[in-house]
């Protein structure tokens, strides 16, 4: 086996380059959110959108100081401990006007389904500290925390947030911090970014993949809602906002935009973009896309939640995407986001679980049987793995080819043992039981034939 392997490596640095330099993609899960890895799809095989399913209600905004328009909720875990943020608000249909003033509400879970309001003691509401505000003043139109994973982030603000203040002496994005995710503070006494139009959910995190702070807000673009962003070191000083990109995407009002790296794959960033229908009586619906530079995304244009999954999303604004993706305690094979609804009338909205299955926010799909061949790639480990299902005798097959696109002994498609079933990480084999450390970092192609079946993500893994 190991003269084989000499021979096959051998074989591709004999290989004349046909297709500029090779992706790197090393030890990285990579996922079919866009074309980059993809060199053609035949036969039946196509990449294909998919849906969340639509689970129960977690939260109805029921309290006096909550109502119909409570919005732009963010969840996050931490550790055992599931935060979610929101804020609270209430329209007065009789009257045309908000009810009371716009405060941030906390709420916390320990699976992600059933969800507490502590009463936090901390501000005053119609005489009352009992209740779970958690913010109240400057910043509670949409307050957006998260916490922070920079390893130079001191104790006293583990916790951050963005959030817009509307005073007209200084309008923009203000900061935030806590140690706690409970007790917050100003961290700037002004605005740290001031381009842009703030009516939303704006947002920032730290990103470990590119070792700086990203945020992502709204602006308005040639008369239409769009999305910006910048970058800091230390998330005071930001570069100058610029115009998110979209790769052969029409111009459509986008409002939250929901945008997070994916932390299967952290050097993918994903969102679920709001796309704003005004001619169709304000109606909003969210969208899936991906970017590899946090500045250019593919966007798919299918709502991911639907007017009807389940009910009460047509009404204005009554369909947004809430900021986070979790994975609830015990469940390895789906990740829970959640979305409103009911928005804007009667006494109260919902908030709303969906599942995704692992990596499955779109996949290689083939009915019946189709192929899809990558690009040059070069590859750090010694095993491919896949993320999988097939249908009654579907199944998947695997082969790795040289630059130049021939098949490589004993790693062709007849020598690769039918992959059959649903699973998340599945090694692939072939009757040579080939170790493939030999052949990496060096470029190789893959070429998938799927039957009946859909492939979510792969990897080479050590």
Known sequence: MARLITLLAATLLACEVTAGEPNDIGSRRELFVDDYLVESLTGDAAIVLNRPAPREAVLVTDKPWEGNISAYYTVFRDGEL???????????????????????????????????????????????????????????????????????????????????????????????????????????????????????????????????????????????????????????????????????????????????????????LIGFPTRYLPNEGERVEPTFMSSRDGRTFHRWQEAVIPPDAPQDRRGNRSNYMAWGLVQLPGDDRELSVYGTEAYYTGASSRLRRFTYRVDGFTAVRSGGKGQLTSKPLLFAGRTLTVNFRTSGKGSIRAELQSEDGKSLRGLALADCRPLQGDEIEAAVKWESDADLGALAGKPVRLCFELDGAELFSFRFAP
């Open 82 to 268: 599931f935060r979610m943020y929101y804020r609270g608000a209430h329209y007065d249909e009789a009257a045309k006007a908000s009810a009371h003033r716009e405060v941030t509400c906390y709420a916390e879970s320990r699976d992600g389904v059933h969800w507490t309001r502590p009463d936090l003691g901390l501000f005053e509401f119609n005489g009352s500290k009992q209740n779970n505000i958690v913010l109240d003043g400057l910043g509670t139109h949409c307050f957006t925390p998260f916490k922070d994973a920079n390893p130079k982030c001191p104790a006293a603000a583990r916790y951050k947030a963005i959030s817009a203040g509307y005073s007209p002496a200084a309008p923009g994005l203000y900061i935030f911090q806590s140690p706690d995710g409970i007790h917050w503070s100003q961290a700037c006494d002004k605005p740290v970014i001031t381009k842009g139009a703030f009516d939303s959910q704006n947002l920032a995190f730290w990103d470990e993949s590119r070792g700086c702070y990203l945020d992502f807000h709204r602006t308005f673009h040639e008369g239409v809602r769009d999305i910006m962003t910048c970058r800091s070191d230390d998330f005071v000083n930001w570069t100058e906002p610029a115009l998110l990109e979209y790769t052969g995407s029409p111009r459509e009002h986008l409002y939250t935009n929901a945008i997070m790296p994916y932390q299967r794959a952290p050097h993918l």
